[in-house]
Nanobody, 116 residues
Framework: QAQLVESGGGLVQPGGSLRLSCAASGFTFSRSTMGWYRQAPGKEREAVARINRVGGNTNYADSVKGRFTISRDNVKNTVYLQMNSLKPEDTAVYYC?????????WGQGTQVTVSS
């Protein structure tokens, strides 16, 4: 049974940092493209960052470029999202996803709130 479990969300002040983690199990992690999406209240889910199987290729939404960094550890079967210089508009539920061929898996999400 494939499972993605996110952690690391919380409340942070503007300008602060958080690191999200997503622990994967039940599928071949090293063969999967991994990524993060987010969904703010009243808005559609949007792609935030993506990383390929070996971690050599990453993509980011324009809104987070230069502030967020995605990385992965294929030994620990975990993908990370380091978020720096957080802004109130980054407030959302952040979801981890995995793509293995045509199959996608999603986590339950972790809330990130940026507020003073």
């Amino acid at each position: 049974q494939a499972q993605l479990v996110e952690s690391g969300g919380g409340l942070v002040q503007p300008g602060g940092s958080l690191r999200l983690s997503c622990a994967a199990s039940g599928f071949t992690f090293s063969r999967s493209t991994m990524g993060w999406y987010r969904q703010a209240p009243g808005k559609e889910r949007e792609a935030v960052a993506r990383i390929n199987r070996v971690g050599g290729n990453t993509n980011y939404a324009d809104s987070v470029k230069g502030r967020f960094t995605i990385s992965r550890d294929n030994v620990k079967n975990t993908v990370y999202l380091q978020m720096n210089s957080l802004k109130p508009e980054d407030t959302a539920v952040y979801y981890c996803y995995a793509a293995v061929g045509w199959i996608e898996y999603w986590g339950q999400g972790t809330q990130v709130t940026v507020s003073s």
